[in-house]
């Protein structure tokens, strides 16, 4: 079993930056591939960003790219999304979510995570 605490969240004007960070405990959690979803009031819970397990291999949403960057501590058991730029179509709640697909690359598909986060508010303003 895999525990998932998000934080960092919170109400920003447009054009500032937030970092989210994810607590993981219950596992060695370098072993598997991390991942931040988001979900807007109405839509379905959609992909942002995803990490492999050492950190190597990233990819993003072509919403995000650019903007957004998501890395990982192993030693701290800690996955962040750094977020610049921000502007009112990025508010939602967060997720961060864990794999237990034994792959060395990024996993992109939310079906394929098995662990999530309670969710985290990030509300931009204009």
């Known amino acids: 079993q895999v525990q998932l605490v998000e934080s960092g969240g919170g109400l920003v004007q447009a054009g500032s930056s937030l970092r989210l960070s994810c607590l993981a405990s219950g596992r060695t959690f370098s072993n598997g591939p991390m991942g931040w979803f988001r979900q807007a009031p109405g839509k379905e819970r959609e992909f942002v960003a995803a990490?492999?397990?050492?950190?190597?291999?990233?990819y993003y949403a072509d919403s995000v790219k650019g903007r957004f960057t998501i890395s990982r501590d192993n030693a701290k058991n800690t996955v962040y999304l750094q977020m610049n730029s921000l502007n009112p179509g990025d508010t939602a709640v967060y997720y961060c979510a864990a794999s237990g697909a034994r792959v060395s690359t990024v996993v992109v598909l939310l079906s394929r995570y098995d662990y999530w986060g309670q969710g985290t508010q990030v509300t931009v303003s204009s």
């Open positions: 990490i492999n397990w050492s950190g190597s291999i990233t």
